[in-house]
């Protein structure tokens, strides 16, 4: 009978590490299983491999736009033929907007962005997929960071001009004219309106 302190334990304890696997080609595994079949191997062993040779291949696919080194893996053909169209419609749209501006896009070439398999074994596949993907978020962090900086400025830059409106709101109220009251309701609409946007912004 375990105790409950062994029992915590086991409960909480990490998973075994992955056992190890090997990849090799499928010419190089079905030689291995004939070469089992003919030294009398255990039955189990050789129905073991059998059945992993019976098993769907695993088809991984990429993108591939002409040119030396324009291969980029996907996580599936879905994502392949989504990321494939992308390509195409983001050079379509350059395309037009130069058209737009009167600019000669006679010697443009089309952007091309197929679909393939993926030239890569499964782990290489996946750990590239890993690092672009890596990146990307890398990329938006800096992205967030700056945006974050900027609006931080853009806010201290509208405190002080609503800070500014309202001094100029009291000056005015202050003169007592129908001229200043009528700029005092004006200073304390932008005020207003600044504060408005403050709010919204550090929500």
Same mark, same amino acid.
């Given at each position: 009978m375990l105790t409950i302190e062994q029992q915590i334990?086991? &409960?909480?304890?990490?998973?075994?590490p992955a056992i190890e696997v090997?990849? &090799?080609? !499928?010419?190089?595994?079905? $030689?291995? &299983?004939k070469a089992l079949e003919q030294t009398g191997a255990s039955a189990s062993d050789i129905l073991e491999l059998r059945g992993? &040779?019976?098993e769907p291949a695993l088809q991984l696919w990429a993108i591939h736009s002409p040119g030396p080194g324009e291969e980029y893996p996907c996580m599936d !053909?879905? #994502?392949?033929? !989504?990321?494939a169209k992308e390509i195409r419609d983001c050079g379509d749209q350059m395309k037009a907007e130069r058209i737009a501006r009167g600019e000669s896009v006679e010697m443009w070439t089309d952007w091309i962005s197929n679909v393939i398999p993926s030239p890569w074994k499964p782990a290489e596949h996946f750990e590239i997929l890993a690092q672009e993907w890596m +990146? #990307?978020? #890398? *990329?938006? !962090? $800096? *992205?967030?960071?700056k945006l974050t900086s900027e609006r931080d400025e853009l806010l201290v830059d509208l405190r002080e001009a609503a800070a500014t409106l309202r001094r100029y709101e009291r000056l005015h109220r202050d003169k007592g =004219? +129908?001229?200043? =009251?009528?700029k005092a309701e004006v200073n304390a609409g932008l005020a207003a309106r600044f504060e408005q946007t403050i709010a919204k912004a550090t929500q």
């Amino acid at each position: 009978m375990l105790t409950i302190e062994q029992q915590i334990a086991i &409960l909480t304890a990490p998973s075994a590490p992955a056992i190890e696997v090997v990849t &090799l080609p !499928r010419a190089l595994a079905e $030689q291995g &299983l004939k070469a089992l079949e003919q030294t009398g191997a255990s039955a189990s062993d050789i129905l073991e491999l059998r059945g992993i &040779l019976a098993e769907p291949a695993l088809q991984l696919w990429a993108i591939h736009s002409p040119g030396p080194g324009e291969e980029y893996p996907c996580m599936d !053909r879905e #994502d392949a033929e !989504r990321r494939a169209k992308e390509i195409r419609d983001c050079g379509d749209q350059m395309k037009a907007e130069r058209i737009a501006r009167g600019e000669s896009v006679e010697m443009w070439t089309d952007w091309i962005s197929n679909v393939i398999p993926s030239p890569w074994k499964p782990a290489e596949h996946f750990e590239i997929l890993a690092q672009e993907w890596m +990146d #990307d978020a #890398d *990329h938006l !962090r $800096q *992205h967030a960071l700056k945006l974050t900086s900027e609006r931080d400025e853009l806010l201290v830059d509208l405190r002080e001009a609503a800070a500014t409106l309202r001094r100029y709101e009291r000056l005015h109220r202050d003169k007592g =004219t +129908d001229e200043s =009251t009528a700029k005092a309701e004006v200073n304390a609409g932008l005020a207003a309106r600044f504060e408005q946007t403050i709010a919204k912004a550090t929500q």
